[in-house]
């Protein structure tokens, strides 16, 4: 993170809660491979639900953006989550023979829907840097986890039914797409006055929190 100024400011405002996912029964459990895969299943179908969403909130950046190259890239993430992030849950899903008719007719949770309800808001009334503030939570988030999890439980990447999710979110080519995120973030925020800057950093710590709440849920069941 070196030189992302602003990328720094909001990860060490929300470190207390990032350090709290590192604790958490559901991760642990992928961590470790004791977690029932009824949880992840109802996980599963809850993030894919979010996931469109999330695409949504993406979308909103290219209709806010005035540069070309901003919208392009903004658009090429509403294609990598929809052609590539839900291959992930796809492949689970075909898995537990689920299809994806079946998992579309699911209900959001109150959790579900509260964070992306906070997202889509803060992408129609905002501007593409608090729309990346946004957005930047959940995807250096999974990295962050599925990374310690590496580090921490050598056999994860392994394991025959988790290792698929360890391996995607610890994956290189995650990272690389984490990195152009940021550095979006920094470039969009160039200039910020502190007002700004503190705002984009409440923004990011919200969605840290919703975050939480999401692992909550998904241990939980909570509807």
Known sequence: MKNNSITERMLDASRPIWEGYLSHPFVRGIADGSLAVEKFRFYLLQDY???FDYAKVFAQGVVKSQEPEVMRTFASYVASILNGELEIHRGYMRRMGITEERAETEKPTLSNLSYTAYMRAVAAEEGPAEIMAAVLSCALSYEYIAKWIVRNYPDAEQHGFYGEWVRGYASKSYAEENQRLTALMEQLAAGYPEK???????????????????WDMAWNGEM
């Open 196 to 214: 700004r800057q503190a705002h984009l950093t409440d923004i990011f710590v919200a969605c840290s929190r919703y975050e939480a709440m999401f």
């Open 49 to 51: 639900l979010y996931l």
